[in-house]
């Protein structure tokens, strides 16, 4: 299962890099190609129709736009969460030899986090925008594997034998 939080927590950065990097080009206010895909790293797409351009041009895609030029965009701090994921999930199979309770308890727990805010932004994207973004669900499935993976670790550590 571990396998599964490493193989989420990638895909995670990926697509909230993606989304990122959508977001800041949007920035100069020039109409650009934006990343619409369940798969990272196809080609963007210049489909103004899409759900992905519906989400990046809402009020939902940034926060703190009184203080910040354009606001910081909400994938931004899923880079480092997905990434810190990663590296615990090979932190504890490469270091710890999946023994350590406390360290599977606390990934799980940290894995939550992802999977709380897919479900508001899921429901923002449903509810409020009337749309679904790919690059978006891509984020979400990324949160679920991973919290998946980090509880079935834990519970398979929790289950080894000490």
């Known amino acids: 299962m ?22 800041v080009q949007h920035l ?4 650009h190609a934006i990343h619409c895909s369940f798969v990272p790293g196809m080609p963007p797409s ?10 990046l041009m ?6 703190l736009r009184t203080w910040v030029w ?18 615990r999930g090979i932190e ?3 270091a710890r030899g999946l023994r350590d309770r406390a360290a599977a308890a606390f990934t799980f727990a940290v894995s939550l986090l992802p999977v709380a805010t897919s ?10 925008l009337g749309t679904f973004c790919k690059t978006c669900a891509g984020i979400y499935v990324s949160s679920f594997l991973c919290a998946i993976g980090a509880f079935g670790t834990l519970i398979g550590v929790w289950l080894a034998p000490a």
């Open 2 to 23: 571990t396998v599964l939080l490493i193989v989420g927590a990638v895909l995670g950065v990926l697509f909230t890099s993606l989304s990122t990097v959508d977001f």
């Open 28 to 31: 100069d206010r020039q109409v």
């Open 46 to 55: 210049t489909d103004a129709e899409s759900g992905c351009h519906v989400a």
């Open 58 to 63: 809402s009020p939902w895609s940034s926060v």
């Open 70 to 87: 354009g606001g910081l965009p909400v994938a931004l701090p899923g880079i480092p969460l997905f990434a810190f994921l990663a590296f």
């Open 92 to 94: 504890g199979w490469a």
């Open 119 to 128: 479900l508001v932004f899921g429901t923002i994207a449903i509810l409020e």
